[in-house]
């Protein structure tokens, strides 16, 4: 880390050790400043759960966007921002949240921005898809890096330089920093203080914020068992049908998705259609003895597992509406 060198040096020369030198005590957390992009479309924990990490952990956060006018978040939230690209101060820390970044990541002043400001500052933080800003500079090119859960294929695709790490809650690859989705930057943020003021004090603002962090052993989202959910490789929903999903739980284990189902169609006959679709798929194997408001199909996984995947159906609260609940769970 730059800011770390004269210190060390400095120590080195007084005869002591530097392995024994703490991260930046010396320094005044104040001077470590703190950066975060903006964009409309921005997640607002994205932003907001950095902005609160550190500056618990007592640096200098300041917001900026292009041209350093307010900002629309993600659910409409209006929030006004510090700097311009122009006028904002070079950073310690470069924070890229994620959210709606598709304008953002073609954006050739955003990107000549982020470039500009990595060169000097001691790490570049991404949150969840804000790694595609990040990708999208070539910062990321030959380097490890994850993102939010249901993004790691797309990125895979869009980066091919990139190696995608699924299994982590953040990634730290020198200057570069990357988390995965969403709550994940809370931890990556955290990571970021404890290398710049040391563990210590890391563990002191997850306290302070009543924030069980688990640097070795937290919640991984891309381990969780629906990345095993195989549905029909040409699944389509049946014409004039919407689907809302209502809640989505599991663990690593086992899955359960229920979701709110408008259609012209019965339960009965939407089902139907389903398995016809499971049938056509020589990859899963469609289970014959199931009831008409039921269907169930099985598959392996790559790593030699089998996962057994089943769907019911139920009366919704009006004619035209039912509930389908989706079961993922290993088979026996």
């Not at 989202?221 to 004039?240: E, Q, V």
């Not at 359960?256 to 016809?276: G, H, P, Q």
């Amino acid at each position: 880390m730059r800011h770390l060198k004269p210190i060390l040096l400095l120590w080195c020369l007084a005869g002591g050790s530097a392995v024994a030198a703490a991260p930046t005590a010396a320094l005044n957390p104040k001077d470590v400043k703190v950066a975060i992009l903006m964009f409309d479309g921005v997640q607002i924990i994205d932003f907001a759960a950095p902005y609160e990490v550190f500056t618990q952990a007592g640096f200098t956060v300041y917001t900026v966007s292009k041209e350093g006018k307010q900002v629309t978040a993600t659910q409409g939230l209006k929030t006004l921002v510090d700097h311009s690209f122009a006028s904002a101060p070079a950073a310690t820390v470069v924070v890229v949240p994620g959210g709606h970044i598709h304008d953002a990541e073609k954006d050739t002043a955003t990107l000549d921005w982020l470039r500009k400001q990595a060169g000097p500052a001691d790490h570049v933080l991404s949150v969840c898809t804000g790694s595609f800003i990040l990708g999208s500079t070539g910062l990321l090119d030959g380097k490890s890096a994850t993102t939010f859960h249901q993004s790691f294929e797309g990125m895979a695709k869009q980066f091919p330089k990139v190696h995608i790490v699924s299994d982590q809650r953040w990634v730290d690859s020198g200057e570069l920093v990357t988390s995965a989705g969403l709550a994940s930057g809370i931890d990556a943020s955290l990571h970021v203080v404890a290398e710049i003021r040391g563990m210590k004090v890391a563990r002191s603002v997850a306290m302070n914020l009543e924030y069980d962090w688990k640097p070795e052993q937290g919640f991984v989202r891309g381990k969780m068992a629906d990345r095993y959910l195989r549905l029909p490789a040409t699944f389509s929903l049946p014409p004039g049908t919407k689907i809302q999903t209502v809640t989505r739980v599991g663990d690593t284990k086992s899955w359960e998705s229920e979701y709110d189902v408008e259609s012209a169609l019965t339960a009965e006959a939407f089902l139907a259609n389903i398995r016809e679709q499971v049938r056509k798929d020589p990859a899963l194997a469609v289970d014959e003895k199931t009831g008409p408001r039921q269907i169930a199909w099985e598959y392996p996984d790559e790593s030699g597992g089998r996962w057994r995947v089943t769907s019911d159906a139920s009366d919704g609260p009006a004619p035209g509406r039912f509930s389908v609940v989706v079961r993922l769970a290993a088979a026996r």
